[in-house]
């Protein structure tokens, strides 16, 4: 019901938007012929009147333009970046340390960002072994870096 209600809402936007497209351009086209007729102390008042319903105008279409941003970022996932340090000392079972760092829906370019941020900080400081994942949603990994020798540190006895 309230997707109806949205899709509705949106298609009477869209209808406006077009209205007021349609006006807009009559007013050019009204301006142009009368901009010939009239000498210049009229057109500076002319002008400020289409510059007061361009901006008007611009109001508009960007206040339609964020609607629309809001109502898409509802069907955005979530990310976050997932850092693991693993503790190996031989003869013990491999400890691992993983802490995870949210992003709200559709902020994908500060995760990567960050993920970025977080691999060159690592390759920079040469802590080993590390595993950094940019996680999309629940579980979809779409980018992990590993730092040493995780993969086989991943196949030996792991503590609870």
Not at 111 to 125: G, I, P, Q, V, Y
Request: proline share 3%; net charge positive.
């Amino acid at each position: 019901m309230i997707l109806v209600r949205l899709f509705v809402f949106w298609i009477f936007s869209l209808l406006l938007l077009q209205l007021c497209l349609s006006l807009y351009q009559i007013q050019l086209f009204i301006m142009k012929k009368k901009w010939r007729k009239f000498n210049n102390g009229f057109k500076s008042k002319y002008r400020k009147v289409t510059n007061g319903f361009k901006l008007k105008y611009r109001k508009i279409v960007e206040g339609f333009k964020a609607k629309y941003r809001k109502f898409i970022k509802k069907f955005k996932p979530k990310y976050n970046v997932d850092v693991t340090l693993y503790h190996f000392i031989p003869g013990m079972p491999v400890k691992s340390n993983c802490s995870r760092h949210f992003f709200n829906k559709g902020e994908f370019k500060e995760a990567k960002l960050f993920f970025d941020k977080a691999s060159e900080k690592t390759k920079h400081n040469n802590v080993a072994p590390v595993e950094i994942s940019l996680v999309k949603g629940k579980r979809r990994i779409v980018i992990s870096r590993h730092f040493g020798p995780v993969k086989t540190l991943k196949k030996l006895r792991m503590s609870a």
